[in-house]
């Protein structure tokens, strides 16, 4: 797609995703490369509301298709790649330190199933279901979209100025 750029046409979801894993953002800083008007990379760091944050980047200087998600979290680390749907949560199991040696951490790797389904299906199918007046209150609704939108044009101000 070369009509709009790499912020509105790949980054869009994963501020969506950003938005609807940790809420609001408080923050917005950006940064990126623009040929002739149109934003090729873009790399952003969302601070939200409730102190969590967000890296996102999104490129198409290079061919390579990469959708990841990564977590870090008090006692795991979540490692989520889209395309390929799989997901891989290490848990930390036990620190163990004798005297004067170094730690080792010990961690389980667990596989998370996920179901087969195609994407941009289920995401119009919740948007006719939206329509219709039968959305799930658990997906974002209108206001999300319109504050996932609000970020895409601060990131994209950021990287044309």
Request: net charge negative.
């Amino acid at each position: 797609m070369t009509d709009v750029d790499v912020v509105t046409d790949l980054m869009i979801h994963d501020i969506d995703l950003a938005l609807y894993l940790n809420g609001p953002a408080k923050e917005v800083v950006a940064h990126g490369f623009a040929r002739d008007s149109m934003i090729d990379f873009a790399s952003a760091l969302i601070t939200h509301d409730n102190g969590r944050f967000s890296r996102i980047q999104a490129s198409r200087i290079t061919d390579k298709k990469k959708r990841l998600i990564e977590a870090t979290c008090i006692d795991k680390f979540v490692d989520c790649e889209l395309l390929r749907k799989e997901i891989i949560i290490n848990r930390q199991s036990e620190i163990r330190q004798a005297e004067g040696q170094p730690y080792t951490i010990t961690a389980i790797q667990e596989a998370v199933e996920v179901r087969p389904q195609e994407a941009l299906l289920t995401e119009l199918q919740a948007f006719v279901a939206s329509c219709r007046g039968e959305a799930s209150a658990d997906l974002p609704g209108v206001e999300a979209g319109l504050q996932a939108m609000r970020i895409c044009d601060q990131i994209q101000r950021a990287v044309t100025v």
